[in-house]
């Protein structure tokens, strides 16, 4: 049995009627102090959780440390972490009814269903353990809420559910809440190539390296439709709730499904990303390496990372991870650092099936037919009971479309469903790299989602070192979907010792942002790693800004991992130097753009018109001049690359007078946004600013299902944002101008001086809108501001706000309080020699009444030993994490007496 216990500091000192009662209040003193006795714990633990809500868990164990780990988490985002784990085994119906069934059957296609063995050994050492270690502290918390239902976060009151315990494969088996790849873009390609030929299809998407595709034999294009990816958007989505006509998604941006066509969903997914660059000593202005990492992902609440210190003998790592996985992916471990960006493997492929016209269960297969693998799932349903579901497996994977007319079926053969490759899971084989070979290594077996990892340690090393799990493909590219008769197989995984890497550059920096990234004499039409990448532009302001400044410092990185410099915006108007118009608003207008540096913040008025002249007229524009109408309505905006390479180089594709077109485009376009400007924030042009329009907003997922008073405490802002999708303070933003994907999380590490390391994760670190930690740190966000990622002890003990205290069970008496003094002697918790001597003498006379029944001497002689606790905390003799669990047990053993 689980027993929940809780005591302030305050009554730490009273005579308590029984040992089982809470605490009246959620925070009731500065430095409120909690005890729990939880049953899975091997030895007590200490959570330090800081002024700005990030936990520092502290464990004589690894075991415990990740059983703390679980159980923080719980506390802090149980609904998160539970909808998690529910939607990616396909167990929405159970809660949500059977509006969910399809997505649950397609949640269950992509989960993993290999062997376990392999599975658990593919990672880093013992990594069953921890995951094991890590559920157990989940699903402690969750038995303290039902023994008491008042810690029931409220959002499953609102819909009407309760927690599930978790298994440690949970953790593992859920892949698609990873990062896909290009199965989206392999259909889109071969329908514009299918019906708009390769010149458009080379402004929907430019590939890089620069490379020409070319249709894979036996692949019939008139077979691929948009429809075929309707499980697939349903197996990698998040969860949406609709109420009275409202949807809102709670998910990660980048697997959402968005609105538009499935072009504009692809530019939309494409221009999200990450930072991350390592500075070498001589060009760090600490003249100690620095490491900087930002990702992007979607700007929610809760945000999807989450920062935890985990200390343990052989352990003392701190950073950000997400909340659903033992461990930390970004962050450092006292000797190195290491943060991620996405390196663009291409790990997934489209299979295209001729299925057996008198059983479309059969598909060819190297000239016979092959028989697909039927798996029968039970879901249960609210309301309804259990339905039965079939789900069918090709030898290269998930079935997800069957198109019974043309005799024609679909698979995905994904690396994210092979043995080791749940997302950055990985992470537990790096994080105690203490030197650049050890994290080589451990990089070498990094699987999903592909990424650049840089490197920096106390050696003064930096380094950059991309994994993934990279699929050989000798006789095709991967662009485009394949037949699946057999002549179209993956030969294995490339060597991950074939990826390129770099370490200690003469420049004296290394960075990546999501870029085509690969090094100039990388043999890629060999290894064909990827031909899909982000736009250059915010790599392109980093090493500006790296090249520009003899030294980088701290404040330096944080300035730069939230600068709005665009640009797309100092290209284009550096267009307009010889641009007039016979209209004099857009004169004063390019004027305005003229003057501007290119710097997207809150308060420019020239960046507001340049963000709507741009993303909502210009983009279009050159589209609509240089394709025909029905070409340019099915890619949308096309290739930002594309298109600003177009208007800085005009050619043939505008007509006889390029230039004199493509001005004609900027005037014609700049008028039009220039309207929509006047409609949107009044004619005077001075007066406009781009936070006027852009801002940050968090609408809770549940927030339109409870009242207004309870909506207001659950959503967060608005406040005015800068930036853009463009900018290296990535900034993406939807048609109203609210914020959607950017750095909720950032980390900047002084490597060697680790507590001068900053970081920031808004809204804030809990999932609970009654905690004070719920949005505390969305202003400072907004505002680009860091708060400090504190290390040492000392530092934390200064710094900490709440003190949680875990226990084992034990038994209530004077030995099990004696094994307590033992372990804390052990765990060096006395300064005094003599301390703990002192206090077991006191617990051997307690033994010894207990055992003679003799309850008034048990409580004289407790009441000893809580002064003797009282004289040894005054004189420093012992730690006050061994006195405050002392103290509780004493008076617990009192009352039991009393």
Known sequence: MNKKKVIPIALVCLLFITPFFSSASSDPYPNDITLHELEGLEK???????????????????????????????????????????????????????????????????????????????????????????????????????????????????????????????????????????????????????????????????????????????????????????????GTRGVSFDNAGNEIAFEDIETQLTAGNLNDQIEYESALGSNNWVISPEKSETGRPIMADDPHRAVDVPSLRYITHLSAPGLDVIGGGEPVLPGISIGHNGTSAWGLTIFSIDQEDLYVYETN??????????????????????????????????????????????????????????????????????????????SWDEFYEAMNKWGSPSENQVYADVNGDIGWKPGGLTPVRENWDGLLPVP????????????????????????????????????????????????????????????????????????????????????????????????????????????LLREWDGELSVETSAGALFEVWYQQFLRDAVVGAILPEEAANHIGSGDPVVTLDLLENPDDRFGENPEETRDQILLSTLADAIDHMEELLGPDMNDWQWGDLKHAYLDHPLSDMVDEAQAEKMNIGPLPRGGSGDTVGASGYNSDFQQTHGATFRLVVDVGEWDNSIAMNSPGQSGDPDSKFYDNLFEKWANDEAIPLLYSRDKIEEATDQRIILLPESENSAVGIQTLVEHFEEEGEFTGDDAPYHLKLHLTAVNQYENQGDAEKVVKHMEGFKFLLDYQKDNELLSEFAYNTLMYQADNLIAKWE
């Open 357 to 434: 016209p008198d059983n479309p269960s059969e598909y060819q297969y190297e000239g016979d037919w092959e028989e697909m693998t039927s798996i029968t799932e039970e879901i249960e349903v609210k309301g309804v009971g259990e339905k039965v579901e079939e789900l069918e497996f090709t030898r290269h994977g998930p079935v997800i479309y069957k198109d019974k007319e043309n005799n024609r079926a679909f698979a995905v053969k994904a690396a994210w469903l092979e043995p080791g490759m749940a997302p950055y899971l990985g992470g537990l084989s790096y994080m105690g790299a203490e």
């Open 484 to 591: 699946g008769d057999g002549t179209y197989e993956w030969d294995g995984f490339l060597d991950q010792n074939k990826l390129p890497y770099e370490l200690n550059p003469e420049r004296g920096w290394i960075g990546t942002a999501n870029e085509m990234n690969l090094p100039d004499d990388y043999d890629y039409e060999k290894y064909k790693l990827g031909f899909e990448w982000s736009a250059p532009f915010r790599y392109q302001r980093i090493e500006e800004f790296m090249e520009s400044n003899e030294k980088i410092g701290i404040q330096d990185s944080l300035q730069l991992q939230t600068d709005y410099t665009s640009v797309p915006g100092q290209r284009i108007t550096g267009l307009l130097d010889d641009v007039l118009s016979s209209d004099e608003k857009v004169n004063k207008a390019l004027d």
């Open 44 to 234: 007590p633990a200490e959570i330090l959780v800081d002024e700005w809500g990030i936990p520092h868990i502290y464990a004589s164990s690894t075991d415990d440390v990740y059983f703390a780990q679980g159980f923080n988490v719980a506390r802090d985002r149980l609904w998160q972490i539970d909808l998690w784990r529910k939607n990616g085994l396909g167990e929405l119906s159970e809660v949500l009814g059977p509006e969910y069934i399809e997505q649950d059957k397609a949640k269950r296609l992509f989960l993993y269903r290999g062997d376990m063995e392999e599975e658990w050994d593919a990672y880093g050492p013992d990594t069953e353990e921890i995951v094991t270690s890590f559920t157990d502290g989940i699903n402690a918390y969750i038995e303290m809420i039902e023994e008491d239902p008042d810690l029931l976060p409220e959002e499953f009151k609102v819909l009407d559910y309760e927690p599930s315990k978790w298994e440690p494969e949970d953790v593992v088996r859920i892949r698609s809440h990873g990062l896909t790849r290009n199965v989206n873009n392999e259909v889109a390609r071969a329908l514009t190539l299918r019906e708009h030929g390769e010149e458009v299809e080379s402004v929907r998407k430019r590939l890089q390296p620069e490379w020409e595709t070319t249709v894979p034999e036996g692949l019939d294009l008139d077979d691929i439709s948009e429809d075929i990816l309707e499980t697939y958007r349903l």
